[in-house]
């Protein structure tokens, strides 16, 4: 039982290098969501997704962008990397975004962006 | 400005004593409850909710109380132990299809 499966689990970036991460989740969950983690920041909502083929913005999204272009896979991206995504980022995912149930959580992907 | 504060970021209490974990929110509409615990390296747990229809749910060691008039919930363990020592996180939602709103974060460390 796999649940949220995020990779790479660690990655290093030169400034103004791209990459994506990947979230795959094997609980069949409608909902899924990108977060980062930073010290003394708590974790911060970046983007999320309602289904398959939807996308929205969360609290920090500038600098991200994401795609679902299958249920069980949402995938963050960044074009442009800076210092400044330096973090710890979590993808989850849940049957409902609210109150029914709660988040499941990937192991996380450290980026370090030099 | 924050809508979940968790303003201690780090609580020390020493094992088989209680811990308390405090979270504030500010709109009165959150109606779901949760804490969750994370380990270094690991992603965040689910530990335990609560819904606005009441006041007190408990798991095991693991109990939740929320004062719905003063935006107030808390997390108590008892006993503390070694292995509760991590990050604790307090989430808040409500109706919709908006995602959980987590605190900053409090550290617990519990010495043995």
């Known amino acids: 039982n796999a649940g949220v499966t995020q990779t790479p689990k660690f990655r290093v970036l030169k400034t103004g290098q791209s990459m994506t991460l990947l979230c795959a989740q094997d609980?069949?969950?409608?909902?899924m969501y990108w977060y980062r983690q930073d010290p003394g920041m708590g974790l911060r909502l970046i983007h999320y997704?309602?289904?398959?083929?939807?996308?929205a913005k969360g609290e920090v999204p500038d600098g991200y962008n994401v795609s679902r272009l299958k249920k069980q896979n949402f995938l963050l991206g960044l074009e442009s990397a800076a210092p400044s995504q330096t973090s710890v980022y979590f993808c989850?995912?849940?049957?409902?975004?609210?109150?029914?149930?709660?988040?499941?959580f990937g192991q996380g992907t450290r980026l370090t962006v030099v | 400005d924050q809508q979940v504060k968790q303003n201690s970021p780090s609580l020390s209490v020493q094992e088989g004593r209680i811990s308390i974990l405090n979270c504030d929110y500010t709109?009165?509409?959150?109606?779901?409850f949760l804490w969750y615990k994370k380990y270094p390296a690991e992603g965040p747990t689910f530990l335990i909710s609560?819904?606005?229809?009441?006041d007190k749910n408990e798991d095991g060691r693991f109990t939740v109380f929320l004062n719905k008039s003063a935006k107030h919930l808390s997390l108590h363990i008892v006993p503390s132990q070694p292995g509760d020592s991590a990050v604790y996180f307090c989430?808040?939602?409500?109706?919709?299809?908006?995602?959980?709103?987590f605190g900053k974060g409090t550290r617990l460390s519990v010495i043995a």
């Open positions: 609560i819904s606005s229809i009441k």
């Open positions: 609980m069949n969950h409608e909902y």
């Open positions: 989850a995912s849940s049957s409902t975004p609210d109150r029914a149930t709660e988040a499941f």
């Open positions: 709109n009165s509409m959150f109606d779901y």
């Open positions: 989430a808040v939602g409500y109706s919709g299809n908006t995602p959980l709103v």
């Open positions: 997704s309602v289904g398959e083929g939807t996308t």
